[in-house]
């Protein structure tokens, strides 16, 4: 079955810009979370949404939101772009949260010029 | 807060022998799960071994195990027989609940592997 589908795959953006970045989780996968990867930061956690719901969110600014629709599918936008959102977003996704697994996708990486 | 500390940056190992990564955690939450990923350069992580905080005994998924010492808070992986198809980064990630999918990551160990 198809795993994790992120698209696209890069995108390069201009400072001031917004992006949507979407994720289309395993079929039958309901929760999804959104990670943020930079060489300064590692690592780190956006959001988690699970039946349409967020259910957590990590320290990022208002910048950063997103959404979940019926079909579980994903979406993260961008607002007003600086040269530091420039990173390698992933989305992951499970069957419910708190699964002993959960599968990544490629990423989405964004660069801001 | 929760924390994950993976102290080396790099690891080299000669194909066919064993290598240890070493991670080490930090949590005052009893339920946690522990969680070991690949990433290639092609960006994406892929799954390798999960250690429950309760679990009695070690995690072992084929050439895969987690060393898992509770009382020093470390989850070391281990594996075995490396390939050269093993060169990539590792991370260990911990999740702070049994309800939520959010981990938390450590800032990684890339190991390259030798002929």
């Known amino acids: 079955k198809a795993g994790v589908t992120q698209t696209p795959r890069y995108l390069i953006k201009t400072r001031g810009q917004q992006v949507t970045l979407s994720c289309s989780p395993i079929s039958g996968h309901r929760s999804v979370s959104w990670y943020q990867q930079t060489p300064g930061q590692g690592l780190q956690f956006l959001f988690e949404y699970f039946s349409e719901t967020q259910r957590n969110k990590g320290n990022f600014p208002g910048r950063f939101s997103g959404r979940q629709f019926s079909n579980s599918r994903s979406e993260m936008n961008v607002s007003t772009l600086e040269l530091g959102d420039s990173a390698l977003y992933l989305c992951?996704?499970?069957?419910?949260?708190?699964?002993?697994?959960?599968?990544f996708g490629q990423g989405t990486r964004l660069t801001v010029v | 807060a929760q924390k994950i500390t993976q102290t080396q940056p790099g690891m080299f190992v000669q194909e066919k022998e064993a290598v240890t990564l070493d991670c080490t955690y930090d949590?005052?939450?009893?339920?946690?799960?522990l969680f070991w990923y690949k990433q290639p350069s092609s960006g994406e992580m892929i799954f390798l071994i999960y250690?429950?905080?309760?679990?009695?005994q070690n995690a072992t998924e084929g050439r895969y195990s987690l060393n898992f010492q509770k009382a020093r808070k470390s989850a070391n992986l281990v594996i075995s027989a490396s390939q050269l198809g093993d060169s990539a980064m590792y991370f260990c990630a911990m999740r702070e609940a049994y309800n939520t999918d959010k981990l938390i990551f450590g800032t990684g160990t890339r190991l390259q592997v030798f002929p």
């Open positions: 992951a996704s499970s069957l419910e949260p708190g699964e002993t697994e959960a599968f």
């Open positions: 250690q429950g905080s309760y679990d009695q």
């Open positions: 949590t005052s939450d009893p339920s946690y799960g």
